[in-house]
T-cell receptor, first 116, second 113 residues
């Protein structure tokens, strides 16, 4: 595709609901990242995939957060039993090179999650 | 843990002014430093990427410099325009196999016509 796409763009969930956020990276990009951006803050790293392998999940805030990229393309970030502190914009980024050398990361528009 | 700081949090300037946005980081062992632009309600657009072996990069009216020894980077915007109004974030990638980025909080720039 022309760029990184994310869906839905906006999601409102009641506290305790499960949500799933989707990311479609640029075609052929090896690396995929998820970041969380709270209001007025910079994005914070959540997790990183190289193809289908999740190489780093050190930024996931709790075991309620789970990410997958089963075929090395589309990725889904799932949040179980959402809490109000999960309200944020979730950004997905992809880049064309594997780890060891950093290339520009291309970001999607984000999904704004609001937990009531 | 790497920390990236951007001060001030907001800046307002008249159109046509040349300006400098500052970014500082605590760990000089970075792999590269990137500057991004974020418009309200939108994702991040990469502006410039400086590898650790480089000192500066230029694109149009933008020039970014990197001084690893002092832990600083600056983004210079020449002849600012109202369309430059946005939030500018710097981010560093650490040395190592994982290229996750550590971001500053950003500087919200407003260019007045």
């Amino acid at each position: 595709g022309a760029g990184v796409s994310q869906s839905p763009r906006y999601k409102v969930a009641k506290r305790g609901q499960d949500v799933a956020l989707r990311c479609d990276p640029i075609s052929g990009h090896v690396s995929l990242f998820w970041y969380q951006q709270a209001l007025g803050q910079g994005p914070e790293f959540l997790t990183y995939f190289q193809n289908e392998a999740q190489l780093d999940k050190s930024g996931l805030p709790s075991d309620r957060f789970f990410a997958e990229r089963p075929e090395g393309s589309v990725s889904t970030l799932k949040i179980q039993r959402t809490q109000q502190e999960d309200s944020a914009v979730y950004l997905c980024a992809s880049s064309s090179l594997a780890g060891g050398y950093t290339d520009t990361q291309y970001f999607g528009p984000g999904t704004r999650l609001t937990v009531l | 843990k790497q920390e990236v700081t951007q001060i001030p949090a907001a800046l307002s300037v008249p159109e046509g002014e040349n300006l400098v946005l500052n970014c500082s980081f605590t760990d000089s062992a970075i792999y590269n430093l990137q500057w991004f632009r974020q418009d309200p309600g939108k994702g991040l657009t990469s502006l410039l990427l400086i590898q650790s072996s480089q000192r500066e990069q230029t694109s149009g009216r933008l020039n970014a410099s990197l001084d690893k020894s002092s832990g600083r980077s600056t983004l210079y915007i020449a002849a600012s325009q109202p369309g430059d109004s946005a939030t500018y974030l710097c981010a560093e990638a650490p040395t190592g196999a994982n290229s996750k980025l550590t971001f500053g909080k950003g500087i919200t720039l407003s260019v007045r016509p």
